[in-house]
């Protein structure tokens, strides 16, 4: 059974950092794409970072230069380094993967993690 667990998130000041991991278990993902999504209260879930295999990597408009997505293939594992942060940051940040090599989207996720809170105080 395929199970994405994340953690690290939490409550942080606004312009702090947290770094949340996502580990991944009952196979690997080495040959496919991992990322992260974030759901705020009455808003769609979306796409904040992904990476694919290869390393190449996805980065939504309202985080770029400010969030860093890696992974650690021998541990199977995907993490989003997320600085400067601001209170529009705040929701439910989710894992996700793809039986695809491409960069995952939120339909072509197969598998979601339970998600980690992230609240960033002002």
């Known amino acids: 059974q395929v199970q994405l667990v994340e953690s690290g998130g939490g409550l942080v000041q606004a312009g702090g950092s947290l770094r949340l991991s996502c580990a991944a278990s009952?196979?690997?993902?080495?040959?496919?794409?991992m990322g992260w999504f974030r759901q705020a209260p009455g808003k769609e879930r979306e796409r904040v970072a992904v990476?694919?295999?290869?390393?190449?990597?996805y980065y939504a408009d309202s985080v770029k230069g400010r969030f860093t997505i890696s992974r650690d293939t021998t541990k199977n594992t995907v993490y989003l380094q997320m600085n400067s942060l601001k209170p529009e940051d705040t929701a439910v940040y989710y894992c996700?993967?793809?039986?695809?090599?491409?960069?995952?989207?939120?339909?072509?996720?197969?598998?979601w993690g339970q998600g980690t809170q992230v609240t960033v105080s002002s």
């Open positions: 009952g196979r690997t993902f080495n040959r496919n794409s």
């Open positions: 990476i694919s295999w290869s390393s190449n990597t």
């Open positions: 996700a993967a793809a039986n695809t090599a491409a960069l995952v989207t939120t339909k072509s996720a197969d598998y």
